[in-house]
């Protein structure tokens, strides 16, 4: 019993404000990745990282339309990523982790509310300790795989930074049996494509978070998975705390507007994966001898998503999948064939010229319909107050509202 309540007292006394525990989170992924192993960045991999970040911007310089958008090149640990990606994750979990802490709350009777006081407090306390944990495991687990800042379709890193794992990096390209050079200079292929987009496109890394953030703010939480996770608590077992599962406890609500929701968010996850793909592809060309078997594991590892990215989804309730890649990336080149590498990425600059989650089913339409807007722009008399300008009977031009009607030469 002492050392539960040593435990306990550890966990609420943790600091940290909101509805998760972010510095407990980080000491928890920190112990798991120190448990497992998490390298060293050699400076042998610091240079072939940077190297590979420098060669894979000049190729993909006549495959976009967007400029370089690194401004540093990194290589980094798991305990790195972790570090440099917590504020992103906390935008995007707190929402979330809020409407578990106050649905613990509310397991307690109202008539005893009143009786614990001040000690309401701690199961606010008790459940952001609790997520964090949670929280900081699944975390861990993600940092072991993933191979580069934006290597689950969202900024989660500083902009500008370009950021490679290599531990990571090495253990996939041992499973794909690739050699490393090649493997990494594929990721890094990828990760210069979305600096270049997230950099140039403005408003984007606000749309991608928002859509996520939208989808969160309707993901319902399962009151009665809280109180059977609570139940699970033995006093006399201090292992029980760390044994809790929380998986399960927030799932979607089954509307129309979540059912939208999480549309507009498999669509813009769809086009910025297709988007990269189709751009990295046609940059690596034929200069990397096994580039159609890479971009093929890449689809799949995107589609499905690795354990630990599905053990998050578990978590938090967010799925953060591209389910509709191949259909974006035949979008992509249908644009680049009928209105070139220029025209596709003239898409990106406003989010109301994106296609819709409908235009995926026919690409071609999709890029032909632009090409013929861009004809009636061209041939639009924007100084006209109505539309173009119209011609009077007989073929003159009728007066402009500046003239005084009186074409006498008055010199």
Same mark, same amino acid.
């Given at each position: 019993m002492q050392?539960?309540?040593?435990q306990l007292?550890?966990?609420l006394?943790?600091s940290?404000?909101?509805?998760? @525990?972010w510095?407990l989170?980080r000491?928890?992924?920190?112990s798991q990745?120190?448990a ?16 590979a ?5 000049l190729?993909? %310089? ?6 370089s ?5 990194v290589a980094?640990?798991r305990n ?7 504020? =992103? ?9 809020s409407?578990?802490v ?6 307690v009777p109202p ?5 614990l006081g001040?000690?309401?407090?701690? =199961?606010?306390?008790?459940g952001?300790?609790?997520f964090g944990?949670?929280?900081?495991? &699944?975390?861990?687990s993600? &940092?072991? %795989?993933?191979?580069? &800042?934006?290597?689950? $379709?969202l900024?989660?890193g500083p902009?500008?930074t370009?950021?490679?794992i290599?531990? @990571?990096i090495r253990v996939?390209?041992? $499973?794909?049996e690739?050699?490393e ?5 594929y ?5 210069a494509?979305h600096?270049r987009l997230?950099e ?6 606000g ?6 953030e939208?989808?969160?703010? $309707?993901i319902r939480v ?24 929380l998986?399960g ?16 968010l ?15 592809? @046609? ?7 096994n =580039?159609v ?7 799949r590892?995107?589609a499905?998503g ?8 578990a ?7 591209p389910?509709?890649?191949r259909?974006a990336?035949a979008l992509?080149?249908a644009?680049?064939t009928h ?8 898409v ?7 296609p819709?989650?409908d ?16 004809d009636?722009?061209a041939?639009?008399?924007f100084?006209?107050?109505g539309g ?24």
């Open positions: 050392q539960f309540m040593s007292q550890h966990l006394s943790a940290g404000s909101g509805p998760v @525990n510095d989170a000491q928890v992924a920190a990745l120190a497992a192993g998490d390298p060293a960045v050699s400076p042998y991999e610091r240079h072939a990282v940077e190297e970040l420098r060669i894979a911007d190729w993909l %310089e006549p495959a976009s339309a967007l400029p958008g690194i401004r540093t090149s980094w640990n790195e990523w972790i570090y440099k990606t917590l504020d =992103v994750w906390r935008k995007l979990c707190d929402p979330v982790a409407r578990m106050g649905a613990m709350g509310d397991l008539e005893a509310r009143a009786q001040p000690m309401q407090s701690m =199961v606010a306390t008790l952001g300790a609790l944990g949670q929280l900081g495991q &699944a975390l861990g993600l &940092a072991a %795989e993933v191979l580069s &800042a934006g290597d689950i $379709g900024p989660l902009a500008g370009a950021a490679l290599p531990a @990571n996939y390209g041992e $499973g794909l690739l050699p050079d090649e493997v990494r200079l990721v890094a292929l990828r990760e494509a600096q997230f140039h496109v403005p408003w984007l890394r749309h991608v978070l928002t859509a996520v939208n989808y969160a703010s $309707g399962n009151r009665e998975a809280i109180e059977e996770a609570m139940g699970r608590v033995d006093p006399t077992d201090p292992e029980s705390m760390q044994a809790i599962a998986e406890i927030f799932t979607p609500e089954d509307t129309p507007a979540q059912k939208a929701s999480l549309a507009r498999e669509t813009v996850l769809a086009l910025v994966e297709g988007w990269v793909c189709h751009v990295v592809d @046609n940059a690596a060309g034929e200069r990397l001898p =580039v078997r890479l971009g093929e594991a890449f689809r590892r995107r499905a690795g354990p630990a990215e599905q053990t998050f989804a978590l938090v309730g967010l799925e953060l999948r389910r509709r890649l259909e990336s992509w080149a644009l680049t209105r070139g590498i220029s025209g596709r990425d003239a990106w600059g406003h989010p109301d010229l994106l819709s989650d235009d995926f089913a026919d690409p071609v339409a999709f890029a032909t319909a632009q090409l013929d807007l861009d009636e722009l041939n639009f008399d100084t006209a107050p173009p300008e119209e011609q009077a009977p007989g073929g003159d031009t009728p007066p402009r509202s500046d003239d005084s009607g009186d074409d006498t030469d008055k010199s």
